[in-house]
């Protein structure tokens, strides 16, 4: 089996800072994909930077809620509906995918959500659950996609992992990338103007995905950078390869 790998960039729409680091990586670096926040202002601005770069797949981060931390303890920045009501979260994912379409002018080629709030249920069946009816994957639901989050810049209760955001981090996950399809996240910024346990970090991971080592790294290791939107296709190529074994 080929080793692939989706690089998908959270938060973007979210400020013009993370769209420039989105941007840049994508155009300079080994971005691939990018998921779309669509209740931000600057999410139409993103949203036109994708359909003029038709190579970047872009799909929806299902905004609830974030939460921050400081001295040790966890609160809401905001919450947009309350992840305990199903009816509520229900109603939010189908206001935010039809947001998704307007701003795009098609489906996401995936759906995944802020700080992984779809982990958890019922927020994960609710998800699951619309996304099927879509034929979207869900990250961290689609047994041919195993999702990497290693490269972050932060452990629990914030406290700061910078050795996890360098090049020889990075290098040392794509040397040891396993067979199969791997979607590895990140959060990328040009510019610290969203609100946000995670900052500084965001402007590192611009730097270490827009690295030359890093490309030289995925063409050593023989990596081929795909996308969600491939996701159709390879699966099709490997079932049609079994089907011959």
Sequence with gaps: MTRRLIVNADDFGQSK???????????????????LMVRWPDAPAAAEYARAHADLAVGLHLDFCEWTCETGRWFPLYEVVSLDDEVAVREEIDRQLTSFRALMGCDPTHVDSHQHAHQAEPVRRAVIEAASRCGIPV?????AVRYMGDFYGQGKNGVPLHDTITVEYLTTLL??????????GCHPALGLDVQSIYLIDREREVAVLCDERIRAAVNRQNIELVSFRDLPALLAANAATDSHV
Excluded at 17 to 35: F, K, P, Y
């Design 175 to 184: 040397d040891a990338l396993p067979q199969g399809i791997t979607e590895l």
């Design 17 to 35: 800072g993370i769209n420039r680091g989105v941007a840049q990586c994508h155009e300079m670096g080994i971005l691939t994909s990018a998921s």
């Design 139 to 143: 990250r961290g639901c689609h047994p």
